[in-house]
């Protein structure tokens, strides 16, 4: 099982933020929806958009090219033209930092 890593600290990433991460060097996206902290591989599984700017909505984003929707907890995607998951990591907050990990 892959460490955690440590990828953002939590003054970097405002409620409603997002920040462009690394995890396991995969280019991913770390998003603060409340006080959870979510990250996601940032490329889309319809046709590999990065999923940066993507709209924020209640727990999911949307891709900025087709629409697709995805799950931030799941990866799951919520709506067509995706039909496969993105990845998800495992997100710890410890003494302000915060730290990632690929699933198992
Ligand atoms: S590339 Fe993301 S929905 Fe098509």
Known sequence: MSEFERVASVSEIAPGGRLSILVDDLPS????VGDEYFAVEDVC????????NGAL???SIACPRHGARFDLRTG???CMPATEPISTFEVEVRDGEIYARPRS
Not at 29 to 32: D, E, I, S, T, W
């Open 29 to 32: 996206l770390l998003v603060r």
């Open 45 to 52: 599984s319809h046709d590999g958009q990065p999923l940066t």
């Open 57 to 59: 909505k209640d727990c």
């Open 76 to 78: 799951q995607p919520l």
